[in-house]
Nanobody, 125 residues
Framework: QVRLVESGGGLVQAGGSLRLSCAASGGTFNTYAVGWFRQVPGKEREFLASISWGVAGTYYSDSVKGRFTISKDNARNTVYLQMNSLKFEDTAVYYC??????????????????WGQGTQVTVSS
């Protein structure tokens, strides 16, 4: 059973940057797509970005396109989310997740069945 652990969250001023990490143990990212999501209390979980197994395919939601960048390091079994130009409305708990089936592209319609515990990002205005 793969275990995902997010890190890198924290408090940052609006306009600042953070880099989130999602490390996998007990499994691999090499042949799976990985996505980043966020959730605010009382709202549905929101898809932000994903990166496919072959790195060639990345997807971004309109809300973060141009500000956030997803990348992966297969050797470290880690996926990153670089977040720039942060806004107050980016405040949320951020989660990473791995797709249920290998060799798929992920995206907002992918099926993700392995989730991390989340990391809090707070952007002060």
């Amino acid at each position: 059973q793969v275990r995902l652990v997010e890190s890198g969250g924290g408090l940052v001023q609006a306009g600042g940057s953070l880099r989130l990490s999602c490390a996998a143990s007990g499994g691999t990212f090499n042949t799976y797509a990985v996505g980043w999501f966020r959730q605010v209390p009382g709202k549905e979980r929101e898809f932000l970005a994903s990166i496919s197994w072959g790195v060639a395919g990345t997807y971004y939601s309109d809300s973060v396109k141009g500000r956030f960048t997803i990348s992966k390091d297969n050797a470290r079994n880690t996926v990153y989310l670089q977040m720039n130009s942060l806004k107050f409305e980016d405040t949320a708990v951020y989660y990473c997740a791995r797709t249920a089936v290998p060799w798929t592209v992920g995206g907002p319609g992918g099926t993700y069945n392995s989730w991390g515990q989340g990391t809090q990002v707070t952007v002060s205005s």
